[in-house]
C-alpha cells in the first residue's frame, strides 16, 4: 500500500483504520491486484472517513462514477496531507 493511501485512511479513519485497511486489502485481493492506487485514492476520497461508504463503494467498485463526480481531482497523484 502507497505511503500516502496509508496516511490518508490513518487521517480519515482514525480508530477504525485497520477495518479500513482490510476493506481495501480484501479489494486488492477480489480484484486479484489489479485495483489501481488512483482507483483506491478515489474510493477513499469519497468515502470521507465514513467505514460503511468505504464498505459499498469498495463492494460495489464504483470507480468511475466517483472519478466522473470529481472529475477535478487527479486521483493518479499521490493524496496531499490533510489539514485539520
Given at each position: 500500500m502507497?505511503?500516502?493511501?496509508?496516511?490518508?485512511?490513518?487521517?480519515?479513519?482514525?480508530?477504525?483504520?485497520q477495518?479500513a485497511?482490510?476493506?481495501?486489502?480484501?479489494?486488492?485481493?477480489?480484484?486479484?491486484g489489479?485495483v489501481a492506487?488512483a482507483q483506491?485514492?478515489?474510493?477513499?476520497f469519497e468515502?470521507?472517513g465514513?467505514?460503511?461508504?468505504?464498505?459499498?463503494?469498495?463492494?460495489?467498485?464504483?470507480?468511475?462514477?466517483i472519478i466522473?463526480?470529481?472529475?477535478?481531482?487527479?486521483f493518479?497523484?499521490?493524496?496531499k496531507?490533510?489539514v485539520?
Open positions: 502507497k505511503t500516502d493511501i496509508y496516511q490518508r485512511l490513518e487521517a480519515d479513519f482514525g480508530e477504525k483504520i477495518d485497511k482490510m476493506v481495501i486489502d480484501d479489494l486488492g485481493a477480489v480484484t486479484k489489479l492506487n483506491i485514492r478515489a474510493i477513499i468515502a470521507n465514513n467505514i460503511e461508504l468505504l464498505r459499498r463503494f469498495a463492494e460495489n467498485f464504483e470507480y468511475n462514477r466522473e463526480e470529481n472529475a477535478e481531482i487527479d493518479e497523484q499521490p493524496f496531507k490533510r485539520v
